[in-house]
């Protein structure tokens, strides 16, 4: 039975909800009684298909923040060049931001659609080896809002994972929106009957942003999923006509580095901000090709050629 | 003095308690519900968080939806805010169940409307494009659009750096008929005081950010006056 039927009321708290069948929205619903009754709350099929889907998906990341506007897609579009830089790769970016999904724009395919077939939806692919999915291609204007409560949104992640003719890849990288609710429960709840190796984290250096951070870090403890490391983005600013550095984001609490040393977890890289890299992902342009010898990009490569990926 | 009260209902995220350096005091009950926290002595700022019921600041909201939705009920409902001027709501990114949950909540009161912020940015403009979509759809006028970060100068040499592009707050204005309220440029000073949970407007009144956001919100409040 799907998570939100078609025939539930607005507020259906979701089949497999704690609340299914008993909260005040199930009133007069059809699957009422089934709901009340447990039944829906058996493991999702899903589950299973899913990773049988995926095994042969070598490598999954998870792109993830407790806070918004650190750089999360910017991470992940440039880790997936990054990794499919290497040909004889085969790399697929899925973007689970469902409210604001900017991976199409960054990664140049703003207004591609997606297509069925046979074997499921097919991905849009930038190169030979690298693949894209998001809400963003299936929303047909640019003003188009997806006012989706939280079980349609696990319906359309579902969906991605287990519909998407992903093929054999090297690496699932998975961009998400910030906080720890539907989506991340989500996607690592349909991911459980597979590897997954586990979160990267992105932070700036302020403590408003650690702050939340060191909550997805919690997240990530009670779910069991292992974290690979921690970015540090925005951090510091090398002004371009004096070559001074100033810190826009100041690490008015020793930054990630302090968090790091604190939670014991590796510090995967401190980003420098570089206004070429805001202008690359506006225009769906790699700012890794665009500026190679930037600072920044010197940074994103050490990340990518360490160990951890 | 205006009253004005601030709702945090950004769950997971919950910025706005460091930010006015109200730490985590314990919420009380009265007879007319929770007693919100107070910013200052006189009372003129007055807030709800989730930040304040965690016993741990660390600890994750790890809630779905409902649950959620549930919360933001509560806090519209049975908060005893008291006489206040004006009510600001502070919501995380997206269009989904807490920003339903608060407008569903708020619909036997009156909103006067939504501010949307972003940065210069077309990937940010590009959110916020959607965000107006559902300000129409769920019947929210749209008070209008601030541009943050928008541009940085170099404290050594002046020179103005637009590191999350330029423009796109105006364009984005102009193209959705909405009112541009202004822009606030990237300060470290800024930065530094809402870290540290300092009142910036009272610390730094003769920098170009004061004069930015103070412009903002005289605009802001010429525009619910007039109505």
Known sequence: MADVPDNAPEHCPGTTSEQAGKSSSCEGCPNQKVCASGATKAPDPAIAEIGAKLSTVKHKILVLSGKGGVGKSTFSAHLAHALASDSTKEVALLDVDICGPSIPRIMGLEGEQVHQSGSGWSPVYVDDNLAVMSIGFLLSSPDDAVIWRGPKKNGMIKQFLRDVDWGDLDYLIVDTPPGTSDEHLSIVQYLSATHVDGAVIITTPQEVSLQDVRKEIRFCQKVKLPIIGVVENMSGFVCPSCKNTSQIFPPTTGGAERMCADLNLPLLGKVPLDPRIARSCDEGKSFLNEVPDSPSAEVYQNIVQSECF | ?227
């Open chain 2, 1 to 227: 003095m205006a009253a004005v009260g601030i709702l945090d209902v950004d769950l997971c995220g919950p910025s706005i308690p460091r930010m006015l350096s109200i730490g985590r005091p314990d919420v009380h009950q009265c007879d007319a519900g929770w007693v919100p926290v107070y910013a200052d002595a006189q009372k003129s700022l007055a807030l709800m968080s989730i930040g304040f019921l965690l016993e741990d600041p660390d600890e994750a909201v790890v809630w779905r939806g409902p649950k959620k939705s549930a919360m933001i009920g509560q806090f519209v409902s049975d908060v005893a805010w008291g006489e206040l001027d004006v009510l600001l709501v502070d919501t995380p990114p997206g269009t989904s169940d807490e920003h339903l949950a608060v407008l569903e909540n708020l619909k036997k009161h009156r909103v006067d409307g939504a501010i949307l912020v972003t940065t210069p940015q077309a990937v940010s403009t590009g959110d916020v494009r959607r965000e107006i979509t559902f300000c129409k759809k769920t019947g929210v006028r749209v008070l209008g659009i601030v541009e943050n970060m928008s541009g940085f100068v170099c404290p050594h040499c002046s020179e103005c750096s637009n590191i999350f592009s330029k423009g796109g707050g105006e364009d984005l204005a102009k193209l959705t008929g909405s009112v541009f309220l202004g822009s606030v440029p990237l300060d470290p000073l800024l930065s530094s005081s809402i870290e540290e949970g300092k009142d910036f407007m009272q610390s730094f009144p003769n920098s170009a950010t004061f004069s930015a956001i103070n412009s903002i919100s005289q605009a802001l409040l010429s525009s619910l006056q007039n109505d």
